[in-house]
């Protein structure tokens, strides 16, 4: 009898340490993943910042090559009204 008492308290005693360690490792794990969510956090505003300035230069661009486009546009205009006005000037003045 008095062996299984010592057996049983052994057996507790491991499973005491077990649950122990168990404890540290959860503990360790649960802090892990706080450090972790934080990284993430700064991570995400980094790229938010990244995709915005991003953003920025690239309508900047767009918006040079617009006014680029409205610009040779607008001149294609003019001097296909010049060529008329003259082809009109040339042909009603004879």
Do not use: P
């Not at 052994?10 to 972790?36: F, G």
């Not at 003259?86 to 003045?93: G, I, Q, T």
Request: net charge positive; charged share 20%; hydrophobic share 45%.
């Amino acid at each position: 009898m008095e062996q299984r008492v010592i057996t049983l308290e052994l057996m507790v005693q491991q499973n005491t340490k077990m649950t122990e360690r168990l404890d540290r490792s959860m503990t360790q794990l649960c802090q892990a993943v706080a450090d972790l969510r934080v990284q993430m956090i700064q991570g995400q505003a980094e790229l938010r910042q990244e995709i915005a300035h991003s953003h920025t230069q690239l309508h900047a661009f767009f918006e040079r090559k617009f006014v680029w486009l409205i610009s040779g546009y607008c001149g294609g205009l003019l001097t296909l009204i010049g060529f008329m006005a003259k082809y009109f000037l040339d042909s009603y003045a004879k």
